[in-house]
Each structure stands twice: as structure tokens, then as C-alpha cells.
């Protein structure tokens, strides 16, 4: 979502239907919903397959929208990706997985 939000680049066409947990939280208090969830793929989400897939994610997304063509010259887009991947990794080795923290949400809606 952040490169989405700062420079309009998505990830996959999944992105365009990305829903958040408080947007579940939101319809189900209107519409007297109970709800339950877990989120699984937390390794997806701040571990080693997150870097593996963001990895290939990022530059495949980047290089298809043009975005090298558009950037500054004097930044090497690839080695700020290098940083960011660095940077999650040592992130991820402090995260500790909650009901929410997974990269994929399990939703349960009962009336």
C-alpha cells in the first residue's frame, strides 16, 4: 500500500480490492455482524518470504511502470530497494506475530 499511497504504483491487480481490518470491524458494527478473524502468513508478512517476495515485487513493479525512467538519476533505485529489503529483514527479526499481523486475514461473519 505504500508505494501505492506515495507514488501510485501497484504491486499485482490484487491491490486494488485490499481490505483492512477495520473496514470489516466498520460493517459488521453497522450491520450488527458478529465477527471473528485470524491472520495467517505471518513470514509473509514481516519474515523471510516477505523479503523473498518483495524482492522480486518491488523491481518487477517499478520496472514495469516506467518508475526508473522517472526518478532522479543521481538515485540508484536498486540499491534503495536493497536498503528497504535490509531494513525489513532486521525489522522482522523483532516481530512478534498477533491475531492481526499476519500478511492474509481469516474473517468469520455470523449474524
Known amino acids: 500500500m505504500t508505494l501505492q499511497l506515495l507514488f501510485d504504483i501497484r504491486m499485482s491487480l490484487t491491490d486494488k480490492h485490499f481490505l ?3 473496514e470489516f470491524r466498520e460493517f459488521c ?3 450488527c455482524f458478529k465477527l471473528d478473524f485470524r491472520s495467517t ?6 519474515g523471510k518470504k516477505l523479503i523473498k517476495d518483495f524482492d522480486k515485487r518491488l523491481r518487477s513493479a517499478i520496472k514495469e511502470q516506467d ?5 532522479d538519476p543521481n538515485i540508484n533505485i ?3 530497494i536493497d536498503e528497504l ?15 492481526t499481523s499476519g500478511a492474509m486475514m481469516i474473517y468469520k461473519i455470523q449474524k
Open 78 to 80: 536498486d540499491e534503495k
Open 67 to 71: 518508475y526508473y525512467e522517472h526518478s
Open 41 to 46: 502468513q505471518h513470514s509473509l508478512a514481516s
Open 85 to 99: 529489503l535490509e531494513w525489513l529483514k532486521k525489522a522482522g527479526e523483532r516481530n512478534v506475530p498477533t491475531l
Open 20 to 22: 483492512n481490518i477495520w
Open 29 to 31: 458494527e453497522t450491520n
